[in-house]
């Protein structure tokens, strides 16, 4: 949410009026900076500026909803994720328009679910899809190509459909940077969305997008500090 913060009106005033002294304007330049940075520019304590942005935080966050009480998986915009005891647990399935965070430890099966999403999000509206091709940008590793097409070849849900037909609407890229990531995102994938567009029912329209994993980006071996967390941040960002 970037918004200007003199216009939130449940902001009290002395928060306000730090992030001015500060130069800080928009909700977006608050996660740009350290607090402690923050606090060394304004000559006061980081706790001052830390509950100027927890203040914030508060005013802005949406508040949460349970699932339950969204859309079922039979409207449409919500696509099964091919396990009936998930669906109910996420209150129908995945929706279109949101972002999803899959985690987990190691080897825990977060790229096999990642793989049937991009199956299942394929599957008519009547079978609990939303008749929708993917694209899949993998950071680590290149497209398991075999075990997609097995999950198509042998998913209870899946394996009535040409496995072939599933595969061939889901579009890999490997990013292996967050500078490549995000260009991909901002240049590649709208034109990618824009050839399915124009491929005359060739292939599904692209309405899903899976990256497997953005965490795997910002893994390094060197200490984190503010200014790794702040450059993090800035990435995220954008």
């Known amino acids: ?5 003199p ?10 009026h730090l992030f001015a002294r500060a130069g800080i304007r928009n909700c977006s330049d608050v996660w740009m900076n350290a607090p402690s ?42 696509f099964t994720t091919g396990d009936p005891s ?13 972002m999803t965070e899959i985690c987990g430890e190691s080897s825990s099966g977060k790229t096999q679910l990642a793989l049937q999403l991009a199956l299942t999000a394929q599957l008519r509206e009547e079978e609990n899809g939303v008749n929708s091709g993917v694209a899949y940008f993998t950071t680590t590793s290149a497209l398991p190509v075999k075990r997609l097409t097995e999950l198509a070849s042998h998913h209870p849900k899946l394996r009535d459909h040409s496995a072939k037909a599933f595969t061939d609407n889901v579009h890999a890229c490997s990013t292996s940077t967050v500078p490549a990531l995000i260009s991909v995102i901002k240049h ?51």
Not at 7 to 16: A, F
Not at 55 to 62: E, H, R
Not at 86 to 98: F, S
Not at 191 to 200: D, M, P
């Open 37 to 78: 940075d923050i606090a060394r520019k304004l000559k006061v304590s980081t706790e001052d500026v830390q509950a100027a942005i927890d203040a914030l935080c508060s005013v802005i966050a949406p508040k949460p909803t349970l699932l339950a009480h969204s859309e079922q998986c039979n409207q449409p915009g919500c």
């Open 7 to 16: 216009s939130i009106e449940d902001l009290p005033p002395v928060h306000k």
């Open 1 to 5: 949410m970037d918004q200007p913060i």
């Open 188 to 238: 590649a994938l709208p034109q990618l969305c824009k050839q399915a567009e124009l491929s005359k029912g060739k292939l599904k329209p692209i309405r899903v997008l899976v990256i497997d994993s953005l965490g795997s980006l910002f893994q390094s071996i060197n200490r984190t500090t503010t200014s790794t967390l702040v450059e993090r941040a800035k990435s995220l960002n954008e």
């Open 86 to 98: 998930l669906d109910e647990a996420l209150g129908g399935g995945v929706r279109l328009g949101m």
